[in-house]
């Protein structure tokens, strides 16, 4: 930053410890003045990220959002779905036009080995040829799996994702 009078001075987007200084060398310096001028720019700067990031949230559709849902339900790719398997087994739909790389990941709110939950695929086949359902039961018990598509094979891919405990 240029020395020049402190009233010429306009407010850059951001100003350092150097324009600090520089500032202190201005003929007519006042400590209030620079004071206000460095909160306004802060301000300025805090806002700015402000809006950046709700700009950023907005386009996020979903995040960190668990949704418990009912037999039937139809996920979209991105949901985290916990099944509601507590008194009958429990489908999930999976996305019918996928894209690669996409995801839904799937639990059940009970033991699988109590009531299973079937996850299939309307068009899509789910790890091998011809066969468009999974069934999530006892030997899975407190897993949550991720579906993931992938273009090359054309198929729905199953990948164990964390165990969760179960409290009972």
């Known amino acids: 930053m240029a020395k020049k009078q402190l009233k010429d001075l306009t407010v850059a987007t951001a100003i350092d410890s150097d324009d600090i200084l520089h500032m202190q060398n201005v003929v ?3 400590r209030q003045i620079t004071k ?3 909160l306004k720019t ?3 700067q805090i806002d700015s990220h402000t809006n950046d ?3 950023t949230n907005s386009k996020i559709d979903k995040v960190n959002v668990l949704e418990t849902e009912d037999d039937g339900f ?3 790719t991105g949901d985290d779905v916990v099944m509601n398997n507590s008194t009958t087994t429990a489908t999930l ?4 036009t996928p894209s690669d790389g996409e ?4 639990s059940g709110i009970n033991l ?7 996850v299939v695929s309307s068009d899509k086949d789910i790890m091998v040829t011809s066969d468009k359902s999974c069934e999530l039961d006892g030997d899975a018990d407190g897993a949550i799996f991720r579906f993931w598509f992938d273009n090359v094979s054309d198929k729905w891919k199953v990948r164990k994702f964390a165990i969760e405990g179960v409290i009972q």
């Open 28 to 30: 007519g310096f006042d």
């Open 93 to 96: 739909n999976l996305p019918a």
């Open 53 to 55: 990031i709700n700009n």
């Open 103 to 106: 995801w839904v990941n799937v």
């Open 36 to 38: 206000e001028v460095l």
């Open 74 to 76: 139809i996920a979209v």
């Open 112 to 118: 699988y080995s109590n009531f299973s939950v079937f």
């Open 42 to 44: 802060t301000q300025d």
